[in-house]
């Protein structure tokens, strides 16, 4: 029906995301305990559970090594995968083809070697970090010493005492850097110590290891039975650093480049690559994972069934924790399991030493599925293998038998490192299994994450009190953390409190937390003191608990910082507050920071990304982090989904995401499906939805729904509807149920409607016209007329001007006169009006006079028409001083303003300028308008010149009117081609001269 607005609401009409009012997590609502284990790994416990996380294990801390000059490394010893042999010079790496990254890792290489600093290169294996970051660093920093310490080294001694020289001119190169995060590895303090002596550090991770660490932080992030986590140390050295992501895929630009390199091995990589990166193509990684899968089938048909089943149990094995090189016999025995899973005899397997021969076989000249260890007799599976396994959902966990025969073939060393995988992985028996002798020996870390590992068993609290209280008396502030959570458990609240207290004292963050919660609603004072101290001691849920309390009681000052603690500890809802507060100063580094928090599963972060990127054009990545957020079940992000996906056609796609902000209350998302479901002739449905969404605020669909239902001829439930609108604020409402009341004989209850419309702001008076125009078009001429009568009698300029507009648009110039004549004194639009209806009656003078009127009131076209009228009246000089006045922003005074200087005599050369800017200025109508002009005034010559201006800028009236010029004076073939011009511009005046042009041409002799 005309007047209704029945498009899909897009994003200004959404409802905007949430600001840092509605940002900030929800304080802790239940009474909880807090279990800590060794290391900075924590476990809470909530009514409901416990929840704990692992720190990556090391080895047994090692001498870091020597320096070396940078010129004189190794790629291939520094952690580069060789390549495959190819046809070229038989070196063990092809020339190197620069990545998109390579700018961005150069130039952070150069900041750092004169500030200090890390510089951290993560994607999957094979995808090229280490050889980026080995190149970028020979490119670089030439000159410098470089020290790659052994896997688990201890780099403590690296530090810097007070007085000692800083490492100009260093690099310390850590690559894979999980394996130095470890008791004596890199912690923040250390770090931060030594990017003060101006070190380089320059380092490397799988993204499956980040996402290892990562989730050993979020996992219990969030609220209810899994409370946030204390942010393990590793975690905390990669939010000191933003990654640079090295892609596995290469891009076009990439690929062009290595199209450009003559060496075989590349070519055979750009030609053979498929869906793979060039550098995982090289270093087999593609190959060797397909011929492992190849090999489960039985021999009869070429498998290499035991050989596969020999693989899986290293991948496996490096999966449950053991990452160091694999004693034979452990494969031997553990490959059984795996082997009866793929069929067992029925497979008829090879027998062991071919199994053997065939997994360590070196395929492609670069690597072979189970790698040769340092030791002899140890195997370790190819990393690319171990990061394939990881990322597919589809590969079940190791089974049961697998921790166990580990746990057989583990020492002291290995022991804890299969403990904490264990509990990482939530696998509880095997936990505390793997725990259980080193508890009984009385080793702290093993008491605290045995006794934590049968809590999370729902072990009664009694039969782990004895260990944590011996411990707890010996003075371990973790075992006095977890007794008093255990206290808490059994209801010895008073005694709880005192263990808390004591390992308070001695400094340990999770106590005071917990301290915090004791007192929290009975004494909110003392529970803030305790929320400060564990705060200001690192504990990240009382620094996001604290930004929380602070954000809520309106303190947005003090707030601040504590988000930023909280965002650089790895918090997510930190990382979302902070980064969109910087978000809304308009600060660079909020988009980095609302990333991580999207990439940690924080939905608004990502609806706001996508936004981001819309806004910037970017739309593929406002896709992305929409759809992200959309199926994390942020409302806002489905229906900006689905207006994405709508106007690009995907209109069906686009409507299951509406329906799904639908479904969940976003009442923007119901009005677009319902206006979906209209437009697919579902009625029902469309009602349905309109209904529910005016319901929940949404003022439009009210209106929406009143068309429908009286199309539907319901017009008492039409009127209820719009009735409905109107008084939410909906103008189109409002002016619906005047047109419904007017049109069933009611016009004394729509009027103090239309004069209300009138008083509530001037843009209401444009609004209305074009509802008017658009009943008017439907052919409600009753309707427009009355609602117009009314405008006028409201005395208000502008809706004179208005009503003088339509009596206009109806042919009724005098009514037209009339009442812009009214609005004159005060809108110079319609004095200017005035003065066009008398000029085209032949009343110059008084024309004039009100386009002097207007003029003076700032009206530029009236000012134009002035001047031109004075240039009639020879009045030239009053002319020039106005159009000099406009000639700068209009080009159709610059042209009228050359003309008048050309007729005057002596040099035309300022005359040339004017035409000069009104060529650089004007577009294909200026041109045209001036061609217009200068036929009005007979002058021929000029007329064409300005005509084929405007022609050879597309116009197509300016074609045919240049051919109508050309055959005039007999250049019939240049007059045919404009008219064809025209013509083929779609204007249909030019076919009839065109026509006779060409039979024309056709009737001449010759021709």
């Known amino acids: 029906m005309s007047g209704a607005l029945a498009l899909p609401a897009g994003h200004d009409g959404a409802s905007p995301g949430r600001g840092p009012g509605a940002a900030a997590p929800a304080g802790p609502t239940a009474e909880l305990s807090v279990l800590a284990s060794q290391g900075g790994v924590a476990a809470q416990y909530v009514a409901g559970g416990i929840h704990q996380h692992y720190t990556v294990g090391a080895l047994e801390p090692t001498a870091p090594g020597s320096w070396q000059p940078v010129g004189d490394t190794d790629l291939l010893g520094l952690g580069v995968h060789r390549a495959r042999a190819g046809e070229s010079d038989g070196s063990a790496l092809p020339p190197y083809v620069l990545r998109d990254v390579d700018g961005q890792v150069r130039a952070e290489l150069r900041e750092v070697a004169v500030t200090g600093g890390l510089v951290l290169l993560t994607g999957d294996s094979t995808a090229g970090k280490s050889r980026t970051a080995l190149e970028a660093v020979r490119a670089v920093l030439p000159g410098h010493l470089l020290l790659a310490p052994p896997w688990g080294a ?61 989730e050993a932080a979020d ?116 490959h059984e399991v795996y082997l009866r899973a793929l069929g067992g005899s029925a497979l008829r397997p090879e027998s062991y030493d071919e199994a053997l021969a065939w997994a360590s076989q070196v395929r492609y000249g670069v690597a072979s599925l189970l790698m040769e260890g340092e030791r002899e007799g140890t195997y370790r599976p190819f990393d690319y293998l171990v990061d394939s396994v990881a990322r597919d959902p589809a590969v079940p966990d190791p089974p049961d038998s697998v921790w166990h025969t580990a746990l057989e073939y583990a020492d002291d060393r290995t022991r804890p490192l299969i403990a904490r995988t264990a509990l990482f992985s939530e696998r509880w028996a095997i936990a505390e299994t793997a725990w259980r002798p080193l508890a009984e020996a009385g080793e702290e870390e093993a008491v605290i994450n045995y006794t934590s590992a049968q809590l999370f068993q729902r072990t009664d609290p009694d039969e782990v009190e004895p260990l944590l209280r011996a411990a707890a008396e010996a003075g371990s502030s973790l075992a006095q953390v977890n007794l008093g959570a255990v206290l808490k458990m059994q209801g010895a609240d008073e005694e709880a409190e005192r263990w808390w207290r004591a390992a308070a004292q001695a400094g340990h963050a999770l106590a005071s937390y917990n301290l915090f919660m004791h007192f929290r609603g009975t004494d909110d004072e003392r529970a803030e003191s305790w929320l400060r101290r564990a705060a200001e001691d690192g504990y990240v849920k009382a620094i996001a608990t604290l930004a929380v309390l602070l954000h809520t009681r309106g303190d947005e000052a003090e707030a601040e910082p504590w988000w930023r603690e909280a965002a650089m500890a790895g918090d997510a809802e930190g990382m979302y507050a902070y980064g969109h507060l910087l978000h809304i100063r308009g600060d660079d580094q909020a988009e980095m920071w609302l990333r991580r928090a999207a990439e940690r599963g924080h939905d608004t972060a990502a609806e706001i990304l996508g936004r981001a990127a819309d806004e910037r054009g970017d739309l593929p990545e406002a896709e992305r982090w929409w759809r992200v957020a959309a199926e994390a079940g942020n409302l806002e992000a489905a229906n900006q989904l689905g207006v994405l996906l709508s106007t690009r056609g995907e209109r069906t796609e686009g409507a299951t995401w509406y329906a799904k902000g639908a479904e969940g209350g976003h009442e923007v998302a119901m009005f677009n499906l319902a206006e979906w479901l209209s437009g697919k002739g579902d009625v029902e449905g469309a009602k349905d939805w309109h209904r529910r969404a005016g319901e929940a605020g949404r003022a439009e669909s009210f209106n929406n729904l009143g068309l429908l239902l009286r199309r539907e001829g319901d017009l008492t439930a039409a009127e209820a509807a719009l009735r409905r609108a109107a008084e939410a604020g909906d103008v189109k409402g409002r002016l619906n149920l005047i047109d419904l009341l007017i049109g069933e004989g009611r016009p004394d209850e729509a009027r103090p409607l239309v004069l209300e419309l009138f008083g509530d702001d001037e843009d209401s008076g444009k609004e209305i016209l074009e509802f008017v125009e658009s009943v008017r078009h439907a052919g409600r001429l009753h309707v427009a007329r009355t609602i117009m009568r009314w405008a006028a009698e409201t005395g208000r300029p502008d809706a004179a001007h208005n009503v003088g507009t339509y009596y206009y648009a109806e042919g009724e110039h005098e009514e037209a006169e009339r009442w812009w004549r009214v609005a004159a004194p005060e809108i110079p639009s319609s004095a200017y009006n005035v003065g066009s209806l008398l000029a085209e009656r032949g009343a110059h003078e008084e024309a004039a006079s009100w386009w002097r009127r207007a003029a003076e009131a700032g009206h530029q076209e009236a000012s134009l028409r002035l001047a031109d009228w004075l240039i009639e009246s020879g009045e030239p000089d009053e002319a020039e001083r106005r159009l000099r006045d406009l000639a700068d922003e209009l080009p159709e005074a610059a042209f009228v303003l050359g003309l008048l200087l050309f007729d005057k005599p002596g040099d035309h050369a300022e005359a040339e300028y004017w035409w000069r800017r009104v060529e650089e200025q004007g577009d294909a109508e200026t041109a045209f308008g001036c061609a217009s002009y200068l036929a009005e005034h007979g002058d021929e010559e000029r007329t064409e010149f300005w005509c084929r201006k405007a022609a050879e800028a ?26 064809a011009e025209a013509v083929r511009r779609g204007l249909d005046a030019a076919v009839e001269p065109l026509t006779r042009v060409r039979e024309y041409l056709a009737s001449r002799p010759g021709s």
């Open 954 to 979: 597309g116009h197509p009236r300016a074609a045919l009117n240049l051919g109508a010029l050309l055959a005039g004076r007999g250049a019939l073939a240049e007059a045919e081609s404009w008219l």
């Open 154 to 214: 201890d780099l403590r001694p690296l530090r810097r005492a007070p007085g000692e020289p800083g490492y100009e001119r260093h690099v310390l190169w850590l690559d894979d850097l999980e394996h130095y995060l470890g008791p004596g590895g890199l912690e923040p303090s250390l770090l931060t110590a030594l990017i003060r002596t101006r070190l380089v550090v320059l380092a490397t991770l799988r993204d499956e290891r980040y996402d290892t660490l990562r």
């Open 219 to 334: 996992g219990a992030d969030g609220e209810g039975g899994r409370n946030r986590m204390a942010a393990e140390t590793g975690l905390r050295v990669l939010n000191m650093v933003e990654p640079i992501v090295v892609r596995r895929r290469w891009s076009g630009t990439e690929l062009a480049r290595v199209a450009q390199i003559d060496d075989s091995r590349l070519k055979e990589a750009y030609r053979r690559h498929g869906t793979h990166g060039i550098a995982e193509y090289l270093a087999a990684g593609p190959e060797l994972l397909g011929e492992w899968r190849r090999a489960e089938r039985a021999t009869a048909k070429r498998g290499h069934p035991r050989g596969a089943a020999l693989v899986a149990a290293a991948v496996d094995l490096a999966h449950v924790g053991l990452i160091d090189d694999l004693p034979e016999a452990l494969l031997r025995e553990v």
